[in-house]
């Protein structure tokens, strides 16, 4: 891939991008959030196109317009939670819109001919998965390797993807999905391979290149003198910070929340912590950390399995979302979409779902006029732009769905927020606004803000611990602590050099 460009309402989201990769080689691809590294591989895998630069393949120049012609290619993706069918079975799901070799609607579907190419398959390429078995009994790891099945099973396959494979995935199935990287190498498949974590790169990669602010920063082999984890913390950092943070003035108050050893098991281990009124605190770690698992315990969506959570000084069971936004806690989801708004339905209508009782009448119904004057209030004060609180949030901007799933939870008038993943899929205009808001906000409330952004995280917090794999591994005031210290804990849990990544 050579001078890759690729641009998005003001935002360039690569310029002029070189990338190469060899046969049988794996070559992860690393940087921060919004570094670029996702849409160099939708532009490879054909769900995007380039505005500008030069693909080739074995030296031959080729357009990649739409997946079905990066498939044509060779190239195949295998992302984050691969989609299918549970109810299938493993050599199903492989050849799920391929059953038969003509595309008439009159062609037979014969399982016994799929069971015989799965074999043929695995006879290829070993690994340990029963094909047979509905998808739904299968481990993590097992799904995960059909799914790299599912890629191999195109004709003429050389290029494997493989976006953040063991973001979900425990310790020893880690292992396993090695093992068959590993078998792929052997057969000459090339892997481009994205992740986070910095230990990972020293056991599978050969070689790795760092996208910042849409640029190559630099490719380097594992083996290349000087090359650790602080050098490649470094490359992914440089020296920018985005000034689009409100000036820190937190100066903490009355302690809110404190957790007490709170753990849910198979996601995060001891947590303890203190929230309080005056400050922010943040907490960074990469997917699969337990941040999210955490936000959602502390708000009732994933009970805990042991520990304890005070508000005030009155311990609290928080066994539903319900129990939490009663205790005055509420949860600002990453997933907005998904998570935090109704699309479909009115301004106003989302901002008041969150406490319904204060726009209900006596009789059980809803006073529109209520509705309607609150919502505005809500909507001046987060001076969302909109023509009326009647408006569809699926028609607004992200910023500005943002602030509706904000003002959502102002109307609960809680005494702890947490805002995780605050301003995914905002623009850098609107993330200043969203800042000042939190920083507004936790001038009279408990904030906590929870992201796999370090650069948000340092930037917005006043106190800041990081987690790694389940558990705390940093945390102090931010001003003792560095960018760049914060992503290594983040990354490796703060276990510094090749030497010793390659020894854990």
């Given at each position: ?5 690729k641009?998005?309402p003001?935002v360039?989201?690569l ?12 070559h ?7 570094a ?10 054909g ?14 120049k080729?357009?990649i ?12 993706t ?6 299918m069918?549970?109810s ?15 595309k ?5 579907i014969?399982?016994r001919?799929?069971?015989q190419?799965?074999q ?7 690994f ?6 509905p998808?739904?009994?299968l481990a993590?790891v097992?799904k995960?390797?059909i799914?790299i ?8 396959m ?9 973001s ?7 292992d396993v999905?090695f093992?068959?990287?590993?078998i792929?190498k052997?057969?000459?498949i090339a ?5 986070h974590r910095?230990?990972e790169?020293?056991?599978?990669a050969d070689?790795f ?8 920063v630099?490719?380097y082999s594992?083996?290349?003198s ?9 490359l992914?950092?440089?020296e920018?910070l985005?000034?689009?943070f409100?000036?820190?003035?937190g100066v ?7 957790l007490?050893q709170?753990s ?8 303890s ?11 960074f770690?990469l997917v ?11 708000y ?14 009155k311990?609290v069971?928080?066994?539903s ?5 009663q205790?005055?806690?509420f949860?600002i989801?990453?997933d ?6 109704i ?8 901002i008041?779902?969150s ?5 209900t009448?006596?009789?059980?119904l809803?006073q529109?006029?209520?509705?309607r ?5 809500i ?6 732009k ?6 569809k949030v ?12 904000i ?12 805002f995780e ?9 609107a ?8 920083r ?5 409330k408990?904030?906590?803000?929870a992201s796999?952004?370090v ?11 990081v987690?790694f ?6 945390e102090?005031?931010?001003?003792d602590?560095r960018l ?6 983040g990354?490796?849990g ?8 390659q020894e854990n």
């Amino acid at each position: 891939m050579k001078g890759i460009v690729k641009q998005f309402p003001g935002v360039v989201a690569l310029a002029g991008v070189d990338f190469d990769l060899k046969p049988g080689e794996v070559h992860a691809l690393l940087g921060i959030n919004g570094a670029g590294k996702s849409t160099l591989i939708k532009i490879l895998a054909g769900i995007y196109q380039k505005d500008a630069g030069e693909i080739f393949f074995n030296d031959h120049k080729v357009e990649i317009n739409n997946p079905n012609e990066a498939k044509a290619n060779g190239i195949t993706t295998v992302y984050q939670d691969p989609q299918m069918i549970p109810s299938y079975t493993g050599y199903e799901n492989i050849f799920l819109g391929s059953e038969t070799r003509t595309k008439s609607v009159f062609s037979v579907i014969q399982r016994r001919n799929l069971r015989q190419r799965a074999q043929k398959l695995l006879e290829r390429f070993p690994f340990h998965v029963d094909l047979n078995t509905p998808v739904w009994e299968l481990a993590t790891v097992e799904k995960e390797s059909i799914a790299i099945l599912r890629a191999l099973s195109q004709e003429n396959m050389s290029i494997l993807i493989l976006d953040e494979p063991t973001s979900i995935l425990t310790r020893s199935e880690r292992d396993v999905l090695f093992e068959q990287i590993e078998i792929l190498k052997s057969r000459g498949i090339a892997i481009i391979y994205i992740t986070h974590r910095l230990d990972e790169v020293f056991q599978i990669a050969d070689r790795f290149t760092v996208l910042r602010d849409g640029k190559n920063v630099g490719t380097y082999s594992i083996h290349d003198s000087g090359i650790d984890n602080s050098k490649i913390t470094e490359l992914m950092l440089g020296e920018k910070l985005n000034q689009v943070f409100p000036m820190r003035s937190g100066v903490p108050e009355e302690e809110v929340l404190r957790l007490d050893q709170l753990s849910v098991d198979g996601y995060f281990e001891g947590i303890s912590l203190t929230a309080c009124k005056g400050e922010i605190l943040g907490i960074f770690g990469l997917v699969g950390s337990g941040f999210d698992e955490l936000c959602k315990s502390i708000y009732g969506a994933l009970p805990s399995d042991r520990g304890k959570i005070i508000i005030g000084r009155k311990e609290v069971v928080h066994r539903s979302t319900g129990d939490a936004v009663q205790n005055g806690v509420f949860l600002i989801p990453g997933d907005r979409r998904n998570e935090g708004q109704i699309s479909d339905e009115s301004i106003a209508f989302n901002i008041t779902l969150s406490n319904l009782k204060e726009i209900t009448s006596v009789a059980g119904l809803i006073q529109t006029r209520h509705e309607r004057d609150d919502a505005r209030r809500i909507v001046d004060a987060l001076n969302i732009k909109t023509p009326s609180v009647r408006q569809k949030v699926a028609l607004l901007s992200g910023g500005n769905q943002q602030k509706v799933v904000i003002g959502k939870g102002l109307y609960t008038d809680s005494s702890v927020y947490i805002f995780e993943e605050p301003t995914v899929g905002v623009d850098v205009g609107a993330k200043s606004g969203i800042y000042r808001l939190i920083r507004d906000l936790s001038k009279d409330k408990a904030v906590i803000v929870a992201s796999s952004d370090v650069e948000e995280v340092y930037g917005i917090s006043d106190r800041v611990m990081v987690m790694f794999k389940g558990r705390v591994v940093l945390e102090k005031p931010v001003q003792d602590t560095r960018l760049d210290e914060m992503l290594l804990y983040g990354l490796a849990g703060g276990v510094d050099g090749k030497k010793n990544q390659q020894e854990n």
